[in-house]
């Protein structure tokens, strides 16, 4: 993992997201913000092939509405 400068940054998360990474930190013996960024590198190649939303940039991307986001 990089070196770069430590932010602090809020993130919500529904209540069965949260659970089940706070039951893999213990589990793990690591911190909530290990794994979320275990899991961020894990999953981000998969996030970057979804579909741009409506109104971003995005080239010749099929755009998806607010509703087909939500419902990710």
Sequence with gaps: MSSSP???????????VLGETQHEAIRQDRSI???IQAAWRLARAEVRRLPGYS???GGDEPSVNKTQIDSL
Excluded: D, E, M, R
């Design 6 to 16: 430590k932010k602090k940054v809020t993130l919500y998360f529904n209540a069965s």
């Design 33 to 35: 913000s290990w794994i």
């Design 55 to 57: 109104g971003q940039a």
